[in-house]
């Protein structure tokens, strides 16, 4: 494993860098410890000073954290930028509220007084995921260091240059050395760190095997984690859908990135009264997507992340097929440099297909018909997967009462606004555990701790 950043449009390799020494690794480590020890006695407000800054650093330089990302993962440059903005309004969020989120709680007991106060634990290690290279920074960055934590980063390894720009946004920002650090190492390294007696928290993004090696090793260290995992979020269409509003939905919930998000709509389960129209609309409008350097605002269909990605992806397909599975769009990889594939759609997926239970990281529709409410829900929930899901109806009650069925992290109704700086995003079963953001996020890595005073008599 090296960290290479490589062109996704055009396959060129365009820097490649060594990972950290051992001793360059403890080095860093010990500098996070050293600035937690006064990062975690500085003001709420002192923290929000540098966090605001690097908020405006982001939204001052829109243009060039996007077009780095663009260049390094391919994501079309509109959504880069995009996310770049959004990166900066977290940060902005976190500086303005994290302190009435750990305000101190009063508690109310017979006897005497109580309260929970909230201190930070310490460094923290995040792993992060490819697909969002500053959001998904960001959504720990932004609550954790106004919680008085310090983190040590190990991001992924096609996106070396999204890493470095951030680290290098904090200190731009006047964060102090050791309040974030990224960290270019391998998963042995990746280990160590889990291991090390400074390191009080483990917070990882990305996939189930992922999730297992870091969130065990955690485990045995006795350490607090939060997992955010893979996804295979049912799109639920009910009979009384308005498919002027799902369609549009339906596409960027899967082509969104080109299908490699965690809560991308995976699994389009459909009434029958609906599914036809639905089906032929959605498979016209996936047609018309045009591939093209992601660069250019004009291209709806941007490559896949890397290679290896497209390889898998095409695979997954090959399987689903040989399972039984009918292709009715797509399937190839697009005769053209980069690493593109063709927007496809998977029919009659039977339970024993491989497709039925895997996540497919791209342009990939799985469409499963259904005769009623209660098949939808339950064909919803027969996944090893809980992170989000959506349900489309005119009957709004009606929907909130078929997302509380759904066993997920996360439910949507005639609408997939998957996130924003305030709301809390994660998932259940194998999509992981813990939650990012929001009040829930940010007391995710505190001492949360009960103070009782009083001159209580002892029992007799
Ligand atoms: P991945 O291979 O698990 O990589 C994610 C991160 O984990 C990378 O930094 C990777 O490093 C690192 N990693 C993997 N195995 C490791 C190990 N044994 N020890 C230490 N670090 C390790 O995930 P991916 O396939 O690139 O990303 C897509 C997955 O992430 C999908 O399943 C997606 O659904 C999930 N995801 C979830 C969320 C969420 O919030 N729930 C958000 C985004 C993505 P290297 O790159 O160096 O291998």
């Given at each position: 494993m090296t960290y290479q950043s490589i062109?996704?449009?055009?396959?060129?390799?365009?820097?490649?860098?060594?990972?950290?020494?051992?001793?360059?690794?403890?080095?860093?480590?010990?500098?996070?410890e050293s600035c937690f020890q006064t990062w975690k006695h500085k003001s709420f407000a002192e923290r929000a000073v540098i966090l605001n800054r690097a908020a405006a650093l982001l939204h001052a330089h829109v243009d060039d954290f996007a077009r780095l990302e663009t260049l390094e993962m391919g994501k079309r440059i509109d959504e880069a930028r995009g996310e770049v903005k959004f990166s900066g309004d977290i940060l902005g969020y976190y500086a303005q509220h994290a302190e009435s989120f750990l305000a101190t709680a009063h508690l109310h007991p017979?006897?005497?007084?109580?309260?929970?106060?909230?201190?930070?634990?310490?460094?923290?290690?995040?792993?992060?995921?490819?697909?969002?290279?500053?959001?998904?920074?960001?959504?720990?960055?932004?609550?954790?260091?106004?919680?008085?934590?310090?983190?040590?980063?190990?991001?992924?390894?096609?996106?070396?240059?999204?890493?470095?720009?951030?680290?290098?946004?904090?200190?731009?920002?006047?964060?102090?050395?050791?309040?974030?650090?990224?960290?270019?190492?391998?998963?042995?390294?990746?280990?160590?760190?889990?291991?090390?007696?400074?390191?009080?928290?483990?917070?990882?993004?990305?996939?189930?095997?992922?999730?297992?090696?870091?969130?065990?090793?955690?485990?045995?260290?006795?350490?607090?984690?939060?997992?955010?995992?893979?996804g295979s979020d049912a799109f639920i269409v009910l009979d009384d859908a308005d498919l002027d509003l799902a369609l549009p939905w339906a596409v960027w919930g899967r082509m969104f990135n080109v299908g490699q998000t965690c809560c991308a709509a995976k699994r389009f389960i459909v009434l029958d009264a609906v599914a036809d129209e639905f089906l032929a609309r959605f498979k016209t409008a996936l047609e018309a997507l045009l591939p093209g350097d992601p660069m250019i605002e004009a291209t709806t269909l941007g490559p896949l992340s890397t290679e290896t990605a497209l390889l898998q992806l095409l695979a997954q397909v090959d399987a689903a097929v040989k399972g039984g599975?009918?292709?009715?769009?797509?399937?190839?990889?697009?005769?053209?440099?980069?690493?593109?594939?063709q927007?496809?759609?998977?029919?009659?997926?039977?339970?024993?297909?491989?497709?039925?239970?895997?996540?497919?990281?791209?342009?990939?529709?799985?469409?499963?018909?259904?005769?009623?409410?209660?098949?939808?829900?339950?064909?919803a929930?027969?996944?090893?997967?809980?992170?989000?899901?959506?349900?489309?109806?005119?009957?709004?009650?009606?929907?909130?009462?078929?997302?509380?069925?759904?066993?997920?992290?996360?439910?949507?109704?005639?609408n997939i606004d998957w996130t924003d700086a305030e709301l809390p995003f994660g998932?259940?079963?194998?999509?992981?555990?813990?939650?990012?953001?929001?009040?829930?996020?940010?007391?995710?890595?505190?001492?949360?701790?009960?103070?009782?005073?009083?001159?209580?008599?002892a029992p007799v």
């Open positions: 062109n996704p449009n055009d396959g060129k390799l365009l820097k490649s860098f060594e990972h950290l020494s051992n001793a360059q690794l403890d080095k860093a480590l010990a500098a996070a017979k006897h005497g007084k109580a309260h929970m106060e909230s201190s930070p634990l310490g460094v923290l290690f995040c792993v992060e995921p490819w697909n969002f290279p500053y959001y998904q920074l960001a959504r720990v960055a932004g609550p954790q260091l106004m919680a008085g934590n310090v983190l040590v980063v190990k991001h992924a390894g096609c996106v070396p240059q999204c890493a470095i720009a951030f680290e290098k946004l904090l200190l731009d920002a006047g964060a102090p050395v050791g309040a974030y650090t990224n960290l270019l190492i391998s998963y042995e390294q990746s280990d160590r760190v889990i291991d090390d007696p400074r390191v009080k928290g483990v917070a990882l993004t990305g996939s189930v095997a992922a999730g297992r090696s870091v969130a065990a090793r955690a485990g045995q260290n006795l350490k607090k984690s939060t997992m955010e995992l893979g599975a009918q292709l009715l769009l797509g399937g190839e990889r697009i005769a053209r440099p980069g690493w593109f594939m927007p496809t759609i998977l029919t009659d997926i039977a339970p024993g297909n491989p497709a039925f239970r895997d996540e497919f990281f791209g342009p990939v529709v799985s469409l499963f018909r259904v005769k009623s409410e209660d098949e939808a829900v339950a064909l929930n027969d996944s090893d997967f809980g992170l989000a899901g959506s349900v489309w109806t005119r009957d709004e009650a009606r929907g909130r009462r078929v997302a509380s069925r759904v066993d997920t992290g996360m439910m949507f109704v005639n998932g259940i079963k194998h999509s992981g555990y813990g939650r990012e953001l929001g009040r829930m996020g940010i007391q995710e890595f505190v001492n949360k701790k009960l103070v009782r005073s009083g001159a209580i008599a």
